[in-house]
Antibody, heavy 121, light 113 residues
Framework: EVQILESGGGLVQPGGSLRLSCAAS????????MTWVRQAPGKGLEWVSH????????HYAGAVKGRFTISRDNSKNTLFLQMNSLRAEDTAVYFC??????????????WGKGTTVTVSS | DILMTQSPDSLAVSLGERASINCKSS????????????LAWYQHKPGQPPNLLLY???TRESGVPDRFSGSGSGTDFTLTISSLQAEDVAVYYC?????????FGQGTTLEIK
């Protein structure tokens, strides 16, 4: 069974840092691109970042470019999101999701339940 | 960035009736190389992760009931639920994956009338 589990969320002060992890199982992790999507309280889904299966190609939303870094450890079937210079507007539930097909086009078929990040003093 | 705009923002439909949600992209998401529209639809219920319904604008994901269908091309797309069931109450999102950032629409809340 394909499973995705995010962790690492919590309360952080503005300007602080946090590292999210996403543990994957049940599929050939290194073959699939992965995506982070977030949902701020009372808001819709916002695409955050995407990384290719091997990890060599990354993309970011403008709102997080230069502050967030997506990476992966294929030996440990784990995806990461390093978040620096956090702002109140980064407060959200962060979802990790798997691209539907090998090679990836950017639409996601399996999602984790999310981890909550709160940026507040 | 490609801006995705959904309409309406919310919709109330009677059980058994048809529900239609529109999605418009600020530029075409139709690829000339493979003639495919890079457009997906998701269903999101409170407390659950989003659920992929359709991709390539009209290809239904495995396990998705056939009352869900997608249509459109280029910049204008529609998600149709042919006969609304109680379990279809959710927020629905379109997403383009034609070019990064792979943007979502703002969402449409579907309720029972």
């Amino acid at each position: 069974e394909v499973q995705i589990l995010e962790s690492g969320g919590g309360l952080v002060q503005p300007g602080g840092s946090l590292r999210l992890s996403c543990a994957a199982s049940g599929f050939s992790f290194s073959s699939y691109a992965m995506t982070w999507v977030r949902q701020a309280p009372g808001k819709g889904l916002e695409w955050v970042s995407h990384i290719s299966g091997p990890g060599g190609t990354t993309h970011y939303a403008g709102a997080v470019k230069g502050r967030f870094t997506i990476s992966r450890d294929n030996s440990k079937n784990t995806l990461f999101l390093q978040m620096n210079s956090l702002r109140a507007e980064d407060t959200a539930v962060y979802f990790c999701a798997k691209d539907r097909i090998v090679g990836g086009y950017g639409y996601m078929d399996v999602w984790g339940k999310g981890t909550t990040v709160t940026v507040s003093s | 960035d490609i801006l995705m705009t959904q309409s309406p923002d919310s919709l109330a439909v009677s059980l058994g009736e048809r529900a239609s949600i529109n999605c418009k992209s600020s530029q075409s998401v139709l690829s000339s190389s493979n003639n495919k529209n890079y457009l997906a639809w998701y269903q999101h219920k409170p407390g659950q992760p989003p659920n992929l319904l359709l991709y390539w604008a009209s290809t239904r994901e495995s396990g998705v009931p056939d009352r869900f269908s997608g249509s459109g091309s280029g910049t204008d797309f529609t998600l149709t639920i042919s006969s609304l069931q109680a379990e279809d109450v959710a927020v629905y999102y379109c997403q383009q994956y034609f070019s990064t950032p792979y943007t979502f629409g703002q969402g449409t809340t579907l309720e029972i009338k």
